[in-house]
């Protein structure tokens, strides 16, 4: 019970922190409107006219941005508990190391889904998908987009699992914080292939029927989850 | 470990990996032989077609297949080059790396 | 004559005579003729990655446990060798693609979950080479856990991704009796390769430490 | 009563020898004031002691658990002032105090807050960010974080260092304030003047090895002066 008021308090701190600057979410914010610009310009003013064709690129888009946000969220998440050795205060109070990787990969997976709701109406707006979307679809609009940002998020909790023990290591590279791009990326492969087809398969079908990727999405969210869970006491601990 | 004992191990490996696809290779089928073959054929089967025809078409196929063997092999060739020389450089690297090692540890324990 | 240039000549031994059965001895395959023969070490070298990777892992975890610097020197050496076995298949890969497809590459299955592998594993040298002194092995070690428990997924992941290009279950059925016997007699050859690199990479390792053992303690005179 | 026993704490870095077999013991209502030039090892020692560093070798109990096994146990009964703050900067005191008193599960908190912000004389800064404090007004801030759960043991590294008069006379009466209260205290410093005053009990940390001088009764200030200086030399 103790552990559980714990992990609550950290999770609050995280995000109390985080939006005392603000300077992170403006970052990750900006950060991630320029991608979609970036293809947009790449790709535009003339988008594939096959739906399936403009689903994949609005997927492709989505998860370019969210991994790269992801990933400099991180960075900053550490570097707060880093500078002034606040880390080292939080060990301090015997919190288990455990449930401080728990408040992290909550706070952060809040964070995150946060600008994915923010994001993904905006990018496929700006890629013209919403237009170009089938008529099943169509109809359903709004219930799609919650389905998508529902992927986006089992996605980003597998992505924060791997990303938050990751990031807790690299960061110990003083000045070195571009590192967690390499060795992150690799290591969420899965997540972001299975994210970028469940994508699609709701952007052009408004389902996920007959899709075993988001069953990777969660069995790789799980399996992590587990394992980071019980390794990260020698990241904190040494 | 010496660099020139890896060497040897790769000359010897070139040297019999030559000698393997030198005999893979089918070119011991000479002009007599493919004659006497077709003979051999028409006088078996009684057939009756034109000796310089059959004979012509026969030489044709054969370079044809012996072009694509070669382009084959050329393939197989240069996959086990490849993968000795990888082998070969890491284990050259390894011990000249653990040579030196070795020589700055003397030193060092000879300067003590 | 140590016990390491025993394992190093018996290794040369045994490649040879696994080139004597591939080239030699094993019949030659039916569709694919004599570019099926690369399939043998080609094969074999992937299995070699997934058990260097795995020794990583199991040496990264007894690393965890017992803190004994030996067996971060086995783990890191290990990848290192599996970094090495992976080119291979990553270099094999696409000559045999270039025959079979006409293109160096074909994000075919297997091949790509190779690629992801072998830059999981460059990551985890980068990354080590970036850590400080005391969190090295550590780190390392969470990190070389945390790479194999992802070798399945990925493995699983890119195959759904793709459909299978690879010659795969069906063939493997119709191989003739000499073809499994060389297979396996390059397995075996790349294993006992494999050991005796572990060896004097685990050698150069602890040669590495021993010098910087010295080195610091003359520092610590002047 | 014993509340810190170590013995044989050895930390090697890599292939250097920080800590070289310490042997140290604190009982309750006792300051012992750790003497050292930089780099002799004082840090890592408050490192160790405080369970924020695991030693190479060597055991050590606090409060007769053993802290090498049980870390996460020992915690709530260490309060450490260290170089950094241990804290969030962004935040001011009273957030900082908040956050870490629920972690240590402190009960009535608004009112421990109150009393240690008037202790340390932060009262009128309770709402200011920390990362705009003056040397001294940190310090106090780091010693109240220290002690917001109460601790029966005080780990000190360089209390005074960057400190001007009048806050290192705050700081000296802080710790005889807890002294009194029956709390164990480890301070490490280079300042003989100053860890004379404060302490019980003096000891030297030199080569990465204890050496035991003297109870305060047995020693004048000019004599800690003049045998540290001497040893200084060797």
């Known amino acids: 019970m103790k552990g559980f008021r714990q992990i609550i308090w950290l999770i609050r701190k995280d995000l109390a922190l985080q939006f005392r600057t603000k300077d992170t979410l403006i970052l990750i914010f900006v950060f991630s409107i320029l991608v979609v610009l970036i293809f947009s310009f790449a790709f535009g003013p003339i988008f594939p006219d096959d739906p399936e064709d403009r689903a994949k690129l609005a997927a492709s888009v989505l998860w370019t941005a969210f991994s790269f946000a992801g990933i400099i969220t991180l960075n900053r998440s550490f570097d707060l508990e880093r500078a002034n050795g606040a880390i080292q205060g939080v060990r301090l109070t015997g919190v288990d190391p455990s449930n401080f990787y728990l408040s992290k990969v909550i706070s952060t997976l809040v964070f995150l889904t946060m600008l994915e709701l923010i994001v993904t109406p905006i990018a496929l707006q700006f890629l013209e998908v919403l237009d170009v979307l089938p008529a099943i679809v169509q109809e359903r609009l709004l219930l799609t987009l919650l389905k998508l940002i529902g992927v986006l998020a089992i996605g980003t909790l597998g992505f924060c699992a791997v990303g938050v023990i990751v990031s807790g290591i690299s960061t110990s590279t003083h000045g070195k914080e571009s590192l967690l791009s390499v060795v992150l990326l690799p290591l969420i492969f899965p997540v972001i292939m299975a994210g970028a087809k469940c994508s699609v398969s709701l952007l052009t079908t408004g389902g996920l029927e007959g899709n075993f990727w988001i069953s990777i999405l969660v069995v790789y969210s799980l399996v992590f989850l587990a394992s980071a869970y019980l390794l990260f006491e020698f990241v904190i601990e040494g | 470990m010496h660099k020139s004992l890896w060497i040897t191990v790769l000359i010897i490996f070139v040297v019999f990996f030559g000698l393997f696809i030198r005999s893979q290779v089918p070119v011991i089928i000479t002009q007599d032989e493919v004659f006497a073959a077709i003979d051999d054929a028409i006088a078996e089967t009684k057939a009756q077609v034109d000796k310089t025809e059959v004979e012509q078409v026969v030489n044709k196929a054969l370079e044809k297949l012996e072009a694509r063997q070669k382009k084959r092999l050329k393939f197989l060739v240069s996959a086990y080059f490849i993968i000795w020389l990888i082998f070969i450089l890491y284990a050259l690297w390894l011990g000249q790396t653990q040579d030196q090692l070795r020589k700055r540890l003397d030193q060092l324990e000879a300067g003590r | ?222 | 009563m014993i509340l810190l026993q170590a013995t044989q704490i050895t930390k090697r870095f890599a292939h250097r020898m920080v800590l070289n077999g310490v042997d140290l013991d604190v009982q309750a209502g006792e300051v012992v004031a750790i003497f050292g030039p930089n780099g002799a090892g004082k840090t890592t020692l408050i490192k160790i002691l405080s369970t924020l560093v695991k030693p190479t070798s060597g055991a050590f109990q606090i409060a007769g658990i053993d802290a090498i096994a049980n870390p996460l146990r020992v915690r709530s009964s260490l309060g450490v002032v260290a170089h950094e703050p241990f804290a969030y900067l962004e935040w001011s005191p009273y957030e900082n105090l908040k956050f870490f008193g629920r972690l240590y599960g402190v009960d009535a908190l608004e009112e421990r807050i109150a009393d240690l912000l008037a202790d340390v004389e932060l009262t009128p800064f309770a709402h200011e960010p920390v990362r705009i404090f003056s040397r001294g007004m940190t310090q106090r801030f780091m010693i109240a974080k220290a002690l917001i759960h109460d601790p029966t043991l005080l780990l000190f590294d360089e209390p005074f260092s960057g400190l001007d008069v009048a806050a290192k006379q705050f700081v000296l009466k802080l710790i005889q304030q807890e002294r009194a209260r029956g709390k164990g205290l480890i301070l490490t410093t280079h300042d003989t003047e100053l860890g004379y005053h404060a302490a019980s009990r003096f000891l030297f940390l030199l080569d990465g090895q204890i050496e035991p001088v003297a109870e305060k009764a047995e020693i004048e200030l000019t004599e800690l002066s003049r045998q540290y200086e001497q040893r200084l030399k060797k």
Not at chain 3, 5 to 33: D, H
Not at chain 3, 94 to 106: F, G, K, L
């Open chain 3, 1 to 222: 004559m140590t016990r390491v240039q025993l394992i190093g000549i018996l290794a040369t031994l045994c490649l040879f005579m696994a080139l004597y059965f591939v080239f030699s001895y094993a019949k030659v395959e039916a569709t694919m003729l004599e570019v099926q023969k690369i399939f043998y070490f080609h094969v074999s070298s992937a299995f070699t990655v997934f058990i260097a990777f795995g020794v990583t892992c199991l040496f990264s975890i007894l690393y965890l446990i017992k803190r004994k610097d030996r067996y971060d020197m086995i783990a890191v050496a290990s990848a290192e060798l599996g970094i090495v076995f992976c080119t291979i298949v990553l270099l094999t890969g696409p000559i045999w693609a270039r025959y079979a497809w006409n293109t160096w590459w074909n994000w075919e299955a297997r091949l790509t979950s190779t690629l992801i592998l072998w830059l999981m594993y460059i990551a985890y040298f980068i990354l080590r080479s970036a850590l400080a002194e005391e969190t090295k092995r550590v780190y390392s070690a969470v990190l070389g856990i945390i790479a194999y428990l992802n070798v399945p997924i990925v493995y699983f992941s890119v195959e759904i991704w793709q459909g299978n290009l690879h010659p795969s279950t069906d063939t493997k059925m119709n191989l003739h009796p000499t073809m499994v016997k060389a297979w396996m007699i390059s397995w075996l050859a790349l294993s006992v390769l494999y050991v005796f690199l572990l060896v004097l990479r685990y050698q150069t390792e602890r040669l590495k430490s021993q010098l910087e053992t010295i080195q610091y303690q003359q520092m610590e005179k002047t």
